[in-house]
């Protein structure tokens, strides 16, 4: 099966500090996702990655940066994260058609 | 546009009884389609897919969907609901093979009572 690991299950920030996700895929899969989760608003996407190095802004990337140096690993970057920052983030890979979700990140930014 | 609708935020019913979670889309091509289930403070975990073989797709759990193009529809139906079935369900459209054009349906939350 493939499994696509999210490196913190809780994360607890302070306002302005700067923050990585951590996200690692284990299937050689050439897509990867961030997605923010919040009550109401449902899976929204941040960026999504589709080769090393490539990246595609989603529908809500004010206030977060991307990284994939390597094809299993996509990080999710809070450059000063901002209380309204304060979320489920839910990294997933794909191959085509199949798409795998991690456990998700809950971070709450005080 | 494409889009995807979910109908209803939350659906109760009681154990034993059929479920009924309603998907519509839109879109000007013939989509991909998935749902998902999500149960608290879990990943999404995938319960079947659609993609342009058979209209009645059969997924894990007990639960299926029919894809219905002349309704743009993908309803997801269970018989009998357990316990274990409540959770938050999402609709997910692929727009392109790639799949990279995903869209979420909002979710709708299923309760189900004894």
């Known amino acids: 099966d493939v499994k696509v690991t999210q490196s913190s299950r809780y994360l607890v920030k302070r306002t302005g500090e700067k923050v990585f996700l951590e996200c690692v895929q284990d299937?050689?899969?050439?897509?990867m996702f961030w997605y923010r989760q919040d009550p109401g608003l449902g899976l929204r996407l941040i960026y999504f990655?589709?080769?090393?190095?490539?990246?595609e802004k989603g529908d809500i990337p004010e206030g977060y940066s991307v990284s994939r140096e390597k094809k299993e690993r996509f990080s999710l970057i809070l450059e000063s994260a901002s209380t309204n920052q304060t979320s489920m983030y839910l990294c997933a890979s794909s191959d085509r058609l199949e798409v795998t979700f991690g456990s998700g990140t809950r971070l709450t930014v005080v | 546009a494409q889009s995807v609708t979910q109908l209803d935020s939350h659906v109760s019913v009681s154990e034993g009884t059929p479920v009924l979670l309603r998907c519509n889309y839109s879109s000007s091509y013939s989509p991909s389609l998935f749902w998902y289930v999500q149960h608290p403070n879990k990943g999404l975990q995938l319960l079947l897919k659609y993609t342009s073989a058979a209209t009645l797709v059969k997924g894990i759990n007990g639960f299926e969907a029919e894809f219905k193009k002349s309704e743009t529809s993908f309803h997801l139906t269970k018989p009998s609901a357990h316990m274990s079935d409540a959770a938050e369900y999402f609709c997910v459209v692929a727009f392109n093979q790639a799949g990279t054009a995903l869209i979420f349906g909002k979710g709708t939350t299923l309760s189900v009572s004894s």
């Open positions: 990655s589709y080769d090393v190095k490539m990246k």
């Open positions: 299937m050689d899969h050439e897509n």
